[in-house]
Every structure is written in structure tokens, then in C-alpha cells.
């Protein structure tokens, strides 16, 4: 019984928090909202078992890349910027039935393919250990080592881009001297 | 226990917010953050499979989707940087230079 109030009240929040964020003007709201909304994920990550990435995701998502948005955020002052909705050639309704049909679509995918096939069945039986740190690190180890490998070069590469997409020109720089 | 089902059900709904924010902003920084949102929806998915199924393997995925993440994170920023000091805006109008 706890842990379906846990799970619907989690549930409400991420989806709050996830309206909330499209729903601002303000992007330094917009992203404490998204803040919000990835706490409440990794209740639910916790809640199925998922212990290092549910701790991951906080230490990781909620606190360091979305300390880099709002870094963004501040450097870029955005001061008089106006953002509204209502522009383009689609309105603003028919963008928002459009998601709504989504939203049942996707719905509709997940209750046809969970009630013809027996994946709704959760096991009850754990691993022992199913979700802590070690039984993770062997898998990234032994079985998936070249995908870990390649994500390091791929962070890599983003090291690099990043640093030259932020760099500035050389003729930039003299024009700012003089 | 709650059904894997109610899981997919929230992550479909989360990926639908996203794509709406997508579509919806003209903000780079929300569009880019409703980006996150449907990565996130998805690693909900595969973690909901992955205690289903007793297996581990959708952790490590899980894994390799944040690092792709902060990737595409750092990459994202610095060209809105670039894309700021140019037009002096983050308004994605701007920014229409390849439309014809």
C-alpha cells in the first residue's frame, strides 16, 4: 500500500514538474522545475530496485549537467527576451491536440502489448545485490566494455567540440582590443 | 507491487511532455531541456524493463545514456553560446538563416 501511494505521488510530481517546465517563461524556473521533476524520477528509480543509477541520476543529471544549464542560463542575460507561444504558422491548440495524441498513442501501445504478451508479469525473485554498485560494474566490465570504452571517446569528442565551438576568433579578439 | 505497466504509462506521458515542449517553445534552452525530458522518459522505460525482467543489463544502459547526455549537453551549450553572441537572442526564430 506504501508504495503505490509513494509511486503515484513521485509519478505527479515528475509529470508536474515536467508541465511546469514547458509552462515558464523564465528559464532559471523552467530548470529548478526540471531539478524537481528528475528528484522525483530517481524516487521511482529507487522504488524498482535501481539504486546506483537512481543515485546517478541525482548526482549526475540534477546536479551537474543542470548546473551547467543554469550556468548557461546566467551567462547568457537574458534580460527583455521575450518567448512567446504564439508564433509560427501552427497555432498553439493544434500543437498541444497533436501531443495529446501522443500521449494516447503511446498509452495505447503500452496496454495492447503489456495485456497481449506476458511482460507485465514482474518477477518477484531478485538477484541478490540487484542494482548495487557491483553487479553494475561487472556487467560494464566484462560484457559491455567496448560500449564503455567508446562512450569515453565520445565524451572526448564533446570535450573537444565544446571547446571550440566556445572559443573565440582570433580576429574577434583583436576587434574587442582596439 | 505496482505493475510495469503504470511505469510505461508515466514514461509515455513524460515522453509525450517532452515532445511538446519541443514543439511548443521557441526557447533554445526549454526546447533543449524537453530533450532531456524524453531521454529521461526513456531511461524510466528501461529501468521499469530492467527490474521486470531480473536483468541488470538495462542499468548499464541507463549508464551509457547519461553520459551520452551530458555529451550532448556540453556540445548543445557551447552552440547556443555561439548562436547568443552572433544574434544577441535564444529565441529559435532567429535563427532561420538555412530556411528558404
Known sequence: MLEVIIFYISALIAI??????????????????????????????????????????????????LVLFLFV???????????????????????????????????AVVHTVSRSTNLARTSEHLNPGFG??????????????????????????????????????????????? | MIPITHYLILSAMLFAIG?????????????????EVMLNAANLAIIAFSRSLNLMDGHVFVFLVMAVAAAEAAVGLAIIINLFRNRESINADTFSLMKR
Open chain 1, 73 to 107: 542560463i546566467m551567462l547568457l542575460n537574458l534580460r527583455g527576451e521575450k518567448f512567446g507561444y504564439d508564433q509560427g504558422k501552427v497555432g498553439v491548440a493544434t500543437k498541444l491536440i497533436f501531443s495529446l495524441v501522443l500521449i494516447f498513442e503511446l498509452a
Open chain 1, 132 to 178: 548495487s554498485v557491483p553487479p553494475v560494474a561487472e556487467l560494464l566490465y566484462t560484457k559491455y566494455l567496448l560500449p564503455f570504452e567508446l562512450t569515453s571517446i565520445l565524451l572526448l569528442v564533446a570535450i573537444i567540440g565544446a571547446v571550440l565551438m566556445a572559443r573565440r576568433d582570433r580576429a574577434d579578439k583583436e576587434k574587442e582590443m582596439t
Open chain 2, 19 to 35: 515532445v511538446t515542449g519541443v514543439i511548443i517553445s521557441r526557447n533554445l534552452i526549454i526546447m533543449f531541456m524537453s530533450i
Open chain 1, 16 to 65: 508536474g514538474g515536467a508541465v511546469m517546465m514547458i509552462a515558464q517563461r523564465n528559464p532559471v524556473a523552467s530548470v529548478l522545475y526540471l531539478i524537481l521533476s528528475l528528484v522525483a524520477q530517481a524516487v521511482l528509480y529507487i522504488q524498482l530496485e535501481a539504486l546506483f543509477v537512481g543515485a546517478l541520476l541525482i548526482i549526475v543529471y540534477a546536479g551537474a549537467i
